[in-house]
């Protein structure tokens, strides 16, 4: 294979192009989640790729709304401010303080900087979090351990989501929301991004991981699983295949399944162009869920 | 004069809805712009009585866009993580990290809360900053005196906040945005507020402030100088009524009549429901510049 | 209490107008039917109290519908032109003629002055009549007697009623209407009020009398019923606490929330602003019915 | 010429329906004003013939609206009310009482007859008057002789007319209105006619007459002139052929044209279907102005 | 009867104009699917007034589909191009280069000249197969004889029907279209046009043929049936009244008004204007099946 | 260079992608009307790889128009039927006979082939020609030489066109239409294509030959002059490096850019995906003229 576009002829370049037809016709005006996080947020080239990708995406008639985590800017932030993190049993637990800092950083730093990375290539975003519009409704999250201002989504409201891509531009969306008294509450990323990918009917939910996708043999990439049906599940988890971290992110997959999107993807966010090759070519890359 | 409204008949209550009928009537479907900040941002009774005007300025059909400043919470946070403020000339030096600091506490934080606090009165608003859909282009300010990163705009495009407006929410501005490679700038709000009034074709500017307006004798409250066409300003410059600080202020209402503004008024925001005796009585409150 | 508007301070004035905040959120571009006659039409004053409130009431963004009687002036018109009324056990009875005028003072004169008066206090009316757009099909009212040309409604067409709101204009409307043949029908104005309530879905119709409301002992103001269940009024009748005059209005006001009104009220039409004082504040005033 | 419909066969039927084509397509989706008035009014026969006209021209697209004076009613009416007119120089005088009773009589009783005989013939109409919307601005009528309550039209808003076509209904309209102070003023139907036809750039305006049309020997019907120019109107006055109750109706035709109506007639109104063979045929009928 | 229109009274024509009042409101933006073929499409005055009956109704608010067959045309092209009919058990047998031939004689001349001949009469046309907007999907016909390229509907897209009707055009629609891979399928015009109608929701389908409709004795033009409700037709099968060629056009009739086409009429299309006849006048043409 | 597309990795597809992004956003939502073809419309593969670039562009966003010519068919036609041509100085004489097949198997066979190969793969088409809607007026043309049924364009009626693409189809247009008269005349397709592009306001007109280009010596391929600017045309006529058939196509190229299309270009139809290259590299093809 050779690996530089430049030496690629206008012949194959088109060919190229024309492969990609069908995959556009099968997204144009779909709505699709992309869950961005990990590798691909901190990585300088990899982010610069995933921001054109969007854009790109976004061109070609498929609706992209954009989910965001935090990355390391939180705990930056909360190591600046001289914010400890306290645990139990070995779960960060949110106070007020961090709280407030996580909402700042998630809507006021990373959100808006992906937006004008955004526009840098070409692409108009609105920036939005789960208190804008009250698009997110939560409560403190209950179970066993209190870990403090973390919510657990009541209802999304999509009507500012929809109203964004109606009015042209793509949505980019931080999973901090308030209560009903006004307090804070940080949500997961990842199980933020299944419920609006289910409420929006979204065609795809793809969630950008650091791992090549589900392993059958977890130190061995070439037992990649490529396709998952979500009824193989819980046989999977009993057999140990999914296991650990994976459980909440494969758990974000099939609810968001069960709830109505069509598919969705663990893709590796290591990968440069991940997501094109996911959505627009007919090898797609990773794990998907259907 | 009786100081609680319990103690008003129904009939006077409803001479007193009726008098505010030619108010309504005069900004019903037209946009108000206010420039929130000062005490009536950082009282929490100011502040709850400026929410429920808000909302209900909205309910009556005044199309509301609110601009706010950063208050207090800028300084706070640059002490937390430990920003010395530099000063060059009298005026503040902001470095990258500051403007990074100060769109992180306006966007993330203020704007956050401000929608949070609408919704408490049954306001519906969406928090944009600058960045937000390319609204707000800014360059560098020049000047005799370098300022690091503060911006001067260039142009604004009104469409995020008309959409903003035409989908049934309340836009909430944060005047920080993003020059052409993607460096932060902040940017004065009363300044930002008058263009964005200016550019939406405003009927009318409200500059909520700390002083009671223009004072002829500037320790005489009694002086207090209801009207001033724009054309006065000059001479009342070189007459020294106008000075100081009052200056920029001023400047910004000069500018945003100038540029198509019916009319813009600087009130005391330390008095409450200032906004309310302003637009819907005939009294008017503070000093309005037409 | 004090009783004039100009004795209340600015303050207690905005926390007047806030108080009507969630009533204004509550009918905000939702439909009451006012059945607008009695004292509040014949007496100047409540006239003009009458129309500033319906044009306040339209401008903070409720659908009013003007349903009106005729009041003292058909009798007038009656005996100018010579026409003797005629009674049959009791009840007036219509003769071809009279309901010719009847038509004609309603529709022609008491309808387009109300329009008039709207206009005065800066209000965008139409006039209607049951004829309008075939607004109101009628035949004949059967009966133990026959009353003339007394029409009973068989189906209202709201096309034109909301045609009319929807264009921005304030519908009033006359209560007369012509059967297939052409020949005129006048309809009794409370139960027409009630149809066209319905057939909106309309969210309250208020009926102004010139009664304080539901009184358990008729002749002591101080027994006033503010609130009862369609479901006690036959009880009530049985008890004779509804007999008389009141009863075919109460049978509207049952008969409007039977067919879908969420309430309907029988207000004081002698009290100034009765109407906003129902529909803007807390207390409400007269008998509602849910 | 065989004088039945009847007698016609279908070949013939529909070669006469073929005719019509050209005009229909000229007409489609303009609008026409029908000034209607004189014995077209009072024959029962002629008044059915107009409806069915009305809405035949309504089916096929055209846009009517029709604009009436008010007949021998009025005079009927003020007679039975005791009201003896009184003339100034010949012309009548209109007191307050009177112009009550016209405004009754027009708004009340005609138009609203107008309305119901459409709907017999399937027309669905609105009655509106110059009240109505605020369609007609009048003050006193100035001039050598005070004529009393005889208004002289200021402006026409057009919404209400216009809003009715759109909302698919043939708007009637009495030209009666008030002034600013709510006095009640009589406006002459085909000055109205006139001013409204070319506020809404209506294609023609039709004015009912009792003549033939414009006659070169008023008393030899074979002299009828059926096109005159605009310009060619006042070497016709000094020449005597326009002379005498025929100048004002053709300064209106004038007046129209003049600004934007592309044609005005005068149509013999005693002729049944006059309309339509104006409307509808190469030969028109009665004498047009361009 | 008097036979030339010229000699038809102004007054009996308006009347006759008057008696298609009530067809037109019945029609009035319904639609109505015109099959076209046989004597009226070769003889050239029976085509002149078939073009002008559509164009007349279209005008008056009736939204006309016409469908064609290709007449005598294709029978020329094919001889000219020298291919020799070849009959399967007496039914044509159409192989490849003959479809094609007929794709381009009906698509390419008959379709386009039926649009401009529209265009002389005033009406706006747009000519379309059922390969245009994949309209009409279709397989070769499965019977007992294999009859080669003549297709038989699987599905119609009325899109591209109602988008010219939208558009303001009249779809004048050839009845051909391709398979999966390409393939040109003829398909029987009434057959075609008995689908479409069906797919649209027509209020009528108009088949026009060279006989009187359907007789009891079909030498005897005296015993034309005017009315069959489709209940009857399977018995008027075995009665003999319906048969021969009869037979599939009937079917097509029935098989309409059985998927929801208020009527089908088979009309006399050697009659002038026949199709006027039938939509606008109170006698009605031919036979016609509910 | 590697000449497979399957040599291609994901990284390198996907930056190949990526490049197109610039392209993809300058021609979104613009017209593009390509004229096709020569070669590229009788070599299978070759047309194969047209259908595609055009749904390709399609998808992403590019309201492509094709304007096609009609290839060796009509000449195969014209043999078929024995229609022997007749030249007159050199050039061909369409007579009526010859301009009623040209009209045939332009609209009637290339055309709806064209919709139904596009229909393969994945793209929406309504065929057209002219006369439809009425699009081209023309007629005969006027020159030295009498050409027979050969016209001049009048005018060009968009709206077919216009509501064809916001129906969501590709109009696919043949260039013959007809006169006044009915009369059929044939319009060479460049001129046509020229004049379509220019009505529309297109972005860029693209004409399909079998030439690389504008070559200022053209027996060298090396000599391609990629960009003329329309004022140099004249003087490159008159040094003989445009001569002969280059002439009429470049006259057509610089006609549309005097009438507003941005750029036309002349590109090689015979090098496969030619259009995607233009379109969607930074590379183009052949000669642009602007």
Redesign the interface.
């Known amino acids: ?5 430049e ?16 995959y ?2 099968k997204y ?1 005006n779909k709505i699709v989640v992309i869950k961005y996080g990990g590798n691909a947020m901190t990585n300088p080239e990899l982010k610069s ?1 995933v921001m ?2 969007i ?2 995406l976004t ?3 498929i609706k992209i709304v954009l989910v965001h985590g935090g990355g390391p800017e939180i705990n930056q ?1 909360l190591k ?3 914010i400890e993190s306290r645990f139990v049993n070995g779960l960060r637990y949110t106070d007020e303080d961090t709280a ?1 800092i996580v ?7 990373v ?3 992906l ?3 955004l ?4 692409g ?6 789960g ?4 698009m997110i409704s939560a409560h403190k999250m209950e179970g066993d351990v209190d870990l403090g201002f973390v919510g657990e989504i009541d209802a999304v409201d999509t ?2 989501v929809l ?1 964004t891509l109606d ?1 042209g ?1 793509i949505p980019v969306i931080s999973t ?1 929301t ?1 209560g009903k008294n ?1 307090e804070v509450y940080n949500i997961n990323a990842d199980t933020a991004a299944s419920r609006i990918a289910a409420e929006l009917g979204a065609e795809n939910l793809v969630l950008m991981t650091d791992i090549a996708g589900l392993l059958r043999d977890k130190d061995d990439p070439s037992t990649l699983i490529p396709t998952v049906h979500v009824s193989e599940v819980p046989f999977m988890k009993r057999q140990g295949i999914i296991s650990g971290g994976m459980i909440p992110k494969i758990e974000c997959c099939v609810e968001a399944v069960r709830r109505g999107v069509h598919k969705t993807c663990i893709i590796d966010g290591r ?3 991940s997501i ?2 996911e959505l ?2 007919n ?1 797609g ?1 990773g794990t998907q869920f259907i």
């Open positions: 294979m050779n690996e530089t576009p030496a690629v002829s206008n012949s194959v370049r088109s060919r190229i192009l024309i492969d990609a037809l069908p556009i016709r144009s790729a054109s990708d854009v790109l061109l070609v008639g932030m600046r401010v001289g407030d909402r700042m950083v998630l809507a006021g730093k959100n808006k900087e937006v004008s990375r526009a840098e290539y070409g108009k975003a609105i920036g939005l979090c208190i804008d519009g009250g009507k500012p109203d009015n531009y901090v308030c006004g990968v440069p162009h094109l090759v627009l070519t090898e890359i």
